[in-house]
């Protein structure tokens, strides 16, 4: 018979929201501002490492985990920078934060247990949870409190079948950096209830105005409750590399390199020198790299707060702004579809977000050069003057 598994024909198609709608009008003069990928180049001497390994035959099977060199640097940074204390083999080679997700996701959760998602949430985790078999619920945070974490919110969507909470952390999209108060909130709830949390972390090293990245990993009686997944992708300008990680306790560390070693078997090999010299290479290029975007978020958050009917916070980190065009009264997905059609620059709407999520756009300040930028909110002007 001629038919596809349930998990895909009863799960949600996966989305690239505006990307897929944007595709539709190849050639024509289109400002990218929905895609979260930096628009820098990987800086020169992690080419150069690549480069390196490659020539000196690093080109074979190696380590399902990753390599000892490159787990080794990364527990050393874990230690240091999050506070994780870990070792090599805490440490598992991922493609990427989605690879690391799926591997997570798989690895943990049975048909019908359920998931805890903070909205506006990260679509790209709500297909990797329905393919495990289990289930979605969302924790709605409130816009008009800046998008607190507060325990109640959490709490009360705690059933018998739940199993974890996802942690994005800095948030996508909303731009959120939490405090250490409210990841201690968090904490308490999953540990009241013996819940694992999984926590993305891609951006943390993207922050701006005094804000801290915490690693709810470190928090008292966390590190054996959670996941917690990185990448190269955001920090470095490593999108097309794909190269990540994550890190985990003991206990669950067999299961999630089984789900790795049936899909991917391991990373590339020669690319984890390249992986192993961003995180030992000059901190000033990665200083640089978030200046950069610092610059370009300051432009476009100034720029849409002269926009009639948007209003725009500054986000304390990740590269997307998160503005509020709710007194425009048209909802955001019919919004950015407009903006796309006659203004050809592609934004994100708040809706693909989640409920919580109407009433914004999600702008990639990161995406294009400074240059494009600049022509990209002259765009947006007009249109909305337009409106």
Request: charged letters at 20%.
């Amino acid at each position: 018979m001629r038919r596809v598994a349930k998990r895909i024909s009863q799960t949600s198609a996966k989305s690239f929201g505006m990307y897929d709608k944007a595709s539709r009008l190849a050639g024509e003069d289109l400002i990218h501002l929905e895609v979260g990928r930096p628009h820098a180049d990987t800086p020169a001497h992690i080419k150069q490492a690549t480069i390196a390994a490659l020539n000196a035959g690093k080109v074979h099977y190696s380590d399902p985990r990753g390599t000892l060199e490159l787990r080794e640097t990364l527990a050393a940074k874990l230690t240091r920078q999050n506070g994780i204390k870990a070792g090599p083999q805490d440490v598992l080679v991922t493609n990427g934060v989605t690879h690391a997700a799926f591997v997570a996701f798989m690895a943990m959760f049975d048909p019908g247990d359920e998931v805890i998602l903070l909205q506006p949430h990260y679509p790209q985790h709500v297909g990797k949870i329905e393919l495990a078999g289990a289930v979605p619920v969302f924790a709605t945070l409130d816009a008009n409190d800046n998008y607190t974490i507060h325990a109640a919110a959490i709490e009360a969507r705690v059933t018998s079948r739940t199993r974890a909470i996802v942690l994005v952390n800095p948030s996508n999209p909303t731009g959120r950096v939490y405090s250490r108060a409210e990841l201690q909130a968090l904490a308490e709830v999953a540990i009241r209830h013996d819940l694992i949390v999984i926590a993305d972390e891609v951006y943390e090293d993207i922050v701006y105005d005094g804000a801290r990245h915490i690693s709810i990993a470190a928090l008292d009686g966390m590190q054996d409750r959670t996941v917690t997944m990185f990448a190269f992708t955001k920090s470095y300008a490593m999108d097309g590399w794909r190269i990540g990680y994550l890190a985990a306790p003991q206990w669950l560390m067999p299961a999630l390199l089984k789900i790795a070693m049936n899909d991917v078997t391991h990373v590339n090999t020669f690319i984890q020198d390249g992986a192993r010299a961003a995180v030992d290479g000059p901190v000033s290029v990665l200083e640089g790299l978030v200046a950069d975007d610092r610059s370009k978020r300051d432009f476009v958050v100034r720029s849409l707060n002269q926009m009639p009917g948007v209003r725009c916070a500054l986000p304390q980190g990740t590269i997307y702004a998160f503005p509020d065009i709710s007194e425009t009264g048209i909802p955001s997905q019919e919004l950015a579809d407009r903006i796309l059609q006659e203004a050809h620059v592609v934004v994100e709407a708040g809706s693909f977000y989640g409920e919580a999520g109407e009433g914004h756009l999600r702008i990639c300040f990161g995406s294009e050069s400074s240059e494009r930028l600049e022509e990209g909110m002259k765009r947006l002007t007009a249109f909305f003057n337009g409106l």
